[in-house]
């Protein structure tokens, strides 16, 4: 058995620990029994975010949007689809800037959208403007793997 992961739940925000070799076997929360993934980024408020970037042992790609952003819908596609390809070995998420502003401020986001690479509550690397989802997926294996 390999070491066990800490993740989230996106249903119920119970806290699971998985064997990291099982991560992509449909693994369940033990508290819903719901699906640990899903393949679709997860929307979070703060203190939702909180917990996630936090108690999760895999990384966090967070994109930092806004309603208005005509950059971030169009990004918005690329994004749920980058979700499929990652997925479980990173948890992707949305943060609506509009309804989460004390969470921008925290991070200093000054332009939408921004994707942030999380681990263990840490930031990892910071990428403002619209990209596409190979982009997306590239830039962040490239920094898992540096």
Request: proline fraction near 7%; charged fraction near 20%; glycine fraction near 8%.
């Amino acid at each position: 058995m390999s070491e066990a992961q800490h993740i989230v739940c996106p249903h119920c925000d119970g806290i699971n620990r998985v064997p990291s070799d099982r991560l992509a076997d449909g693994a369940k929360c033990g508290k819903c029994h719901r699906p640990l993934f899903s393949g679709q980024p997860l929307e979070l408020d703060e203190a939702r975010f909180t917990k996630h970037a936090q108690k999760s042992d895999i990384p966090l790609l967070v994109d930092f949007w806004a309603p208005w952003c005509g950059p971030c819908r169009m990004m918005a596609p690329a994004f749920e689809q980058a979700a499929a390809q990652l997925e479980p070995t990173v948890r992707l998420v949305k943060v609506n800037t509009e309804e989460a502003q004390q969470l921008g401020a925290r991070f200093g986001i000054r332009s939408i959208p921004t994707l942030m690479l999380m681990r263990g509550g840490h930031e990892i690397a910071r990428q403002a403007g619209a990209m596409d989802t190979a982009g997306i997926v590239n830039w962040v294996r490239g920094h898992l793997t540096s």
